[in-house]
């Protein structure tokens, strides 16, 4: 039972670059959620999903994409990527016990 | 909407003592949840504690309590026999029903010194 898996672990990006963060759940929960923490920061909700084919908005959604076609993955996509988008990228997920598991996170730079 | 306010940036405490860290919320639902998540240098988020708000006991697990107090909407850790390894930033968070997302508090960096 490994989780919520991140990948990758870390990545430098040049502006106007794109990439996918992946993460993959392995305890068939329900929802899953991307957060963004920025240094000496909380967590600020990107995207979150309640179930495959369903997504919605969090707090911080601009510059951002999610897809949610199985229960176990829910990649964050950035599209034309920003120095503003510098930040460590956590995924989790949770049951209805409202206990959220999370990744190990992504550290993203934007140069 | 829901805030949830740490007051403390900064904390310190000797091996062997005790700490408590602060965290008041505001929020106008009567069935909630709260969580003290500790994060180490790893950045791995880890579950220290949860509360859910119907329960009046405050919740334990080993050194970790809390005192949860639902009138004046705070949450506070209170970390016993503190070890080096408790070193890490803390995070109160809140969230509502099941499904919605944690509304993080800005953390609290805990050092402890021997």
């Known amino acids: 039972n490994a989780g919520v898996t991140q990948t990758p672990k870390f990545r430098i990006l040049k502006i106007g670059q794109s990439m996918t963060l992946q993460c993959a759940q392995d305890?068939?929960?329900?929802?899953m959620y991307w957060y963004r923490q920025d240094p000496g920061m909380g967590l600020k909700l990107i995207y979150y999903?309640?179930?495959?084919?369903?997504?919605d908005k969090g707090e911080v959604p601009n510059g951002y994409n999610v897809s949610r076609s199985t229960t176990e993955d829910f990649p964050l996509r950035l599209e034309l990527a920003a120095p503003s988008q510098t930040s460590v990228y956590f995924c989790?997920?949770?049951?209805?016990?409202?206990?959220?598991?999370f990744g190990p996170g992504t550290r993203l730079t934007v140069l | 909407a829901q805030t949830v306010t740490q007051s403390q940036p900064e904390m310190s405490v000797q091996e062997a003592e005790t700490v408590t860290l602060s965290c008041t919320y505001d929020?106008?639902?009567?069935?909630?949840?709260l969580f003290w998540y500790k994060q180490p240098p790893s950045r791995q988020m880890i579950l220290v504690i949860r509360?859910?708000?119907?329960?009046?006991q405050n919740a334990t697990e080993n050194r970790f309590s809390v005192n949860f107090q639902k009138a004046a909407k705070s949450f506070s850790l209170k970390i016993s026999d503190s070890q080096l390894g408790d070193a890490a930033m803390y995070f109160c968070?809140?969230?509502?029903?099941?499904?919605?997302?944690?509304?993080f508090g800005k953390g609290t960096t805990l050092s402890v010194s021997s």
């Open positions: 989790a997920s949770s049951s209805t016990l409202n206990e959220q598991f």
């Open positions: 305890m068939n929960h329900n929802y």
């Open positions: 999903s309640v179930g495959a084919g369903i997504t």
């Open positions: 929020t106008s639902e009567s069935d909630y949840y």
């Open positions: 509360q859910e708000a119907y329960k009046q």
């Open positions: 968070a809140y969230t509502g029903q099941a499904g919605t997302a944690l509304i």
